[in-house]
């Protein structure tokens, strides 16, 4: 790889996705890292950290730094960043790379500033910060430079974000704290409620990815799942129905639901015109959710499309405006016009 490239950094709760100029995606790995609690050292980062979880001793404990879309641990974040940029461009740069960061879009001053101060401090020579949903908008391949309304709803690991977008900017949006984690929470708090049975986080993505729906009117599928008994504390199986999955999910889904109709009230009405012409564009790992699509399109009237490659939107978005982004800085707008120019 070219020694000091510019980058792009999808720096999500549950994955880290990095798109190298010129090169496209070149690393997409989990934002975990094992820590040794007595020595403050790092044992590991990425997959194989997160083949750690819950299988390690007293002394190193496998944490994700990021919550909700934002820095829970400066520190390990920051060390995190570097180990996923010296492995994108190289730990001898030539010159700091310049790298764009997204963010949730309604995250504060303070959070944005944490991100952008360990981008810094990992070894950037200039950092850019970019709203979820517009690097998502751009990795989907829409236009967000014209006068129309698009409607974008990027579900992540931590956070999902809801926006209507138009000349480049955001004209509504909303973010809750719901999303591919609290997915899988709900599912192992239903599973220790109606069951008695105590799961891991790996077993309750399992569930959602294999038999997960949000589709009340789904086929039935089942999975034998492995856990504890709260009880005995041994070893049990059971099967478990994506019915019961459902179930589990349903809060979470109708809040993702609310908040799709709350940012179509708050557009105005010559955008929401659009929307309606021109569809809902999902993106996120959480946007694979089996039918969480036409969930949105029932209870909207609104076609609800996902985006050809959902969990690389917002890194290939964010990449292409580091990708695109002048020397002179010439400003965010002009960028993109850029983008979509060169597309076209």
């Not at 990992?122 to 409607?151: H, K, N, Y």
């Not at 239903?190 to 049975?197: G, K, L, P, Q």
């Not at 994506?242 to 809040?255: F, G, K, R």
Request: hydrophobic residues 40%; contains cysteine; charged residues 25%.
């Amino acid at each position: 790889m070219l020694l000091g490239n510019d980058i792009g950094i999808d720096l999500g709760t549950a994955s880290v996705i990095v798109y190298s100029k010129g090169e496209g995606i070149v690393l997409q790995e989990p934002s975990v890292v094992a820590v040794d609690e007595n020595k403050r050292s790092i044992v590991a980062v990425g997959e194989e950290a997160r083949r750690m979880l819950g299988k390690t001793p007293a002394n190193i404990v496998a944490i994700r730094p990021l919550r909700d879309g934002v820095i829970s641990d400066f520190e390990v974040t920051e060390r995190m960043i570097r180990y996923f940029i010296d492995k994108s461009v190289g730990s001898n740069w030539f010159k700091k790379p310049r790298i764009a960061v997204c963010v949730p879009s309604r995250i504060t001053e303070v959070e944005k500033r944490a991100v952008q101060d360990s981008t810094k401090n990992a070894g950037a020579g200039q950092v850019f910060i970019i709203e979820e949903p517009i690097a998502a908008a751009i990795g989907a391949g829409l236009d967000i430079t014209r006068p129309c309304g698009s409607m974008v709803v990027d579900i992540g690991g931590g956070t999902t974000d809801v926006a209507v977008i138009s000349l480049g900017g955001i004209v509504a949006s909303t973010s809750l704290k719901i999303a591919g984690d609290k997915f899988d929470d709900a599912i192992v708090r239903y599973m220790r409620r109606n069951h008695n049975m105590l799961i891991g986080e790996r077993t309750a993505e399992n569930l959602k990815i294999i038999i997960g729906t949000a589709d009340k009117k789904a086929p039935v599928n089942t999975l034998e799942v492995r856990g504890r008994n709260i009880t005995s504390g041994l070893p049990m199986t059971l099967e478990i129905s994506s019915t019961e999955i459902n179930e589990a999910l349903n809060e979470s889904v109708t809040a993702i639901v609310d908040a799709v109709r709350y940012v179509l009230e708050q557009t105005p009405p010559e955008l929401a015109g659009d929307v309606s012409d021109r569809g809902i564009v999902l993106t996120g790992g959480g946007s694979l959710l089996s039918g969480l699509n036409k969930v949105i399109e029932e209870e909207t009237g609104i076609k609800c499309i996902i985006a050809d490659d959902p969990v690389s939107c917002v890194a290939v978005g964010t990449g292409k405006y580091i990708e695109y982004q002048a020397i002179d800085d010439t400003g965010f707008f002009a960028n993109i016009k850029k983008i979509f120019s060169r597309n076209n």
